[in-house]
């Protein structure tokens, strides 16, 4: 279905041209002064023993390690990539017009330490080359009314991972700020079956307030209440609240514990869809080496049947067709009155059958309202003509990207974006309760945004980064289910801010976990894409090593279910959550898993029973 993609645009870094002259003309500098004994050491954790506490990492490119450390059992370790130098940053205190001395040991190539916002002349050092600890050392004189200044340090663009630790800045104590006391008067107001409302009392001193959901922070916000969404149905939460400022957090909230709803009959999963749902793509329109299947042979495990594919007649004409397999490719194809006869014997038997739009090859951007008014008309005349339950959208490739200025997801005003949305509303709209939504989306788009969204706040990321996830927010509430091409993938960082490679049960259990979850957009506490009910996602697997890179074991497959659905056999990954709930599984394809003798389908009836 897919095609393996590199999350960022490659960026041509000459980092052999670096020399200390040219830095020197960008006012760079390797100084070593003795600070005075009466000076205190100003940097917080700088030896990175309370893990990032006081620090943070662009783009989640930093965590602890304890190995290799210069001193203690722990010291930071940052990952550049092509378009993010693994900057992390801390800022602390000052006393106006003073000096200060910034030092720090750091392993690696082209590291630097550095500090900003010192109202005089901001200053950097830096390593060419550490294969072991090297110290590194600057000095600033604060201006006359500076009171905050940020330290830095970082590597370089598409660089191997860098390592510091006992960072200090030397110098004279400004009265030091304290993290503020706990909240009170924390209480649950409005509940519903996706949300919590949440109000506390404020606090003196308090910047911002962090809430945790079932111990796990959530989301940050300024004021003294919040409404958290996207909650599962009928679950009982634990929640609590940390007043935050310069110092750090304070201690949290007493917890106060709310249950959501039961999930009304409306939405995205009034559909009729058993509790676990078995999804399969079936080669309507083409052969390919897997052999043509029809549609009457399917056995009756599949619960979900998605024909692919429709296509456009362009790019951007918004105009989908539906082109049946001709008997020239498919020579067993069956006729139209079979086709659609066998349509209604699946709907009879409780299944769904569905057009999926897009596929590798059917690229669709909608780029104009004309162009989304002729995909209704069009998409409508194949669900109508062929009496269809729904739609399955399968945009990738380029189909969907950001524009440069796109940089919320909750409010996206791309055009191909917006357009889509709206499409998908008024098909919804037009077919009602009953009409079946689900998306099936790469890697790339969905999950990958945690990291990268768009082009990033300075440019040169692929912006097709994370370009579902305003799709799929938008239409959340009439989504059936999302089930992510689990394949086809590069490596992805998972809430762990660790990378997750395809083959093993371990990429399926992170990536799931991110979506029933929920995860920070570009790593923005801020910007929280709020988690998934359990029964809109399936896992997407190929059927066999046929059918995709990323093929998984049934023995992995089930490893991958016990942990998501029971939190056993999870290996080394730890689930935010336990959702037996979760809807099931989705392959690419019918006919591979025809092919390989319907190994998926045997595995998912065994397991789901």
Excluded at 212 to 234: D, E, F
Excluded at 498 to 516: E, R
Aim: proline share 5%.
């Amino acid at each position: 279905m897919a095609r393996p993609r590199p999350a960022v645009r490659s960026r041509s870094r000459l980092l052999t041209s670096l020399t200390a002259a040219a830095l020197a003309a960008t006012g760079l500098t390797a100084l070593s002064t003795t600070a005075h004994a009466a000076d205190t050491d100003l940097a917080r954790n700088g030896g990175f023993e309370s893990s990032l506490d006081g620090w943070t990492c662009t783009a989640n490119t930093g965590r602890t390690v304890n190995s290799p450390v210069h001193s203690g059992t722990s010291a930071l370790q940052a990952t550049p990539t092509a378009a993010d130098n693994a900057q992390c940053t801390q800022t602390v205190t000052v006393k106006p017009d003073s000096a200060y001395t910034l030092s720090g040991y750091v392993r690696g190539s082209y590291v630097y330490l550095g500090a900003s916002g010192t109202g005089t002349t901001d200053v950097s050092t830096w390593t060419q080359s550490a294969p072991d600890w090297q110290k590194l050392t600057t000095t600033f004189r604060t201006g006359p009314s500076t009171t905050k200044v940020t330290l830095y340090t970082h590597g370089w663009y598409g660089t191997p991972a860098y390592n510091a630790d006992d960072i200090t800045l030397l110098g004279p104590g400004a009265q030091a700020p304290v993290p503020p006391a706990a909240p009170t008067g924390l209480t649950a107001g409005s509940v519903t079956s996706s949300s919590v409302a949440l109000s506390w009392g404020a606090v003196s001193g308090a910047t911002s307030y962090a809430i945790y959901t079932n111990g796990t922070k959530s989301r940050t916000v300024t004021g003294t209440s919040a409404t958290l969404s996207g909650l599962t149905p009928a679950t009982a939460y634990s929640f609590q609240v940390a007043a935050v400022n310069d110092a750090g957090e304070s201690a949290k909230s007493a917890v106060v514990t709310a249950t959501t709803a039961q999930g009304s009959s409306g939405g995205g999963g009034s559909t009729g869809l058993p509790t676990h749902a078995l999804v399969g793509y079936l080669h309507a329109s083409f052969a390919n080496g897997a052999g043509y299947t029809r549609l009457a042979d399917v056995p009756d495990s599949w619960d979900v049947i998605d024909l692919a594919f429709g296509e456009p007649t362009s790019t951007t004409s918004g105009d989908i067709r539906f082109n049946r397999c001709p008997a020239t490719e498919c020579p067993t194809v069956e006729s139209d009155a079979d086709f659609k006869a066998a349509i209604k014997a699946k709907q009879a038997a409780g299944k769904k059958v569905l057009i999926s739009i897009g596929g590798q090859n059917g690229q669709v951007q909608l780029t104009t309202t004309a162009a989304r008014d002729t995909f209704v008309s069009s998409v409508s005349k194949i669900i109508d003509e062929y009496g269809l339950d729904g739609l399955d959208i399968d945009f990738e490739g380029h189909s969907l990207s950001l524009n440069a200025n796109d940089t919320d997801f909750k409010n996206p005003t791309t055009p191909v974006i917006v357009n889509l949305i709206s499409a998908l509303k008024t098909l919804k709209a037009k077919y009602g309760d009953k009409f079946v939504l689900s998306m099936a989306p790469e890697t790339f788009f969905v999950q990958n945004g945690y990291q990268f969204y768009g082009t990033g706040k300075w440019g040169g990321q692929d912006p097709r980064c994370g370009a579902y996830l305003p799709v799929i927010h938008a239409m959340r509430d009439d989504l059936t289910l999302l089930h992510v091409q689990d394949y086809n993938s590069g490596p992805i960082m998972g809430l762990d801010n660790q990378y997750h490679s395809m083959g093993g049960a371990d990429f399926h259990i992170a990536m799931t976990d991110m979506l029933l979850t929920g995860f920070p957009v570009a790593g923005d506490a801020n910007n929280v894409f709020p988690p998934l009910r359990p029964d809109q996602i399936a896992i997407g697997m190929p059927a066999s090593t046929n059918a995709g890179n990323g093929y998984v074991s049934p023995a992995e497959t089930n490893k991958a279910l016990n942990c998501l659905t029971k939190k056993t056999d999870c290996g080394s990954y730890t689930t935010h959550g336990t959702w037996p709930g979760l809807r099931g599984l989705m392959t690419w394809s019918v006919n591979w898993d025809r092919f390989n003798n319907w190994e998926f389908q045997k595995n998912f009836d065994a397991y789901f029973g």
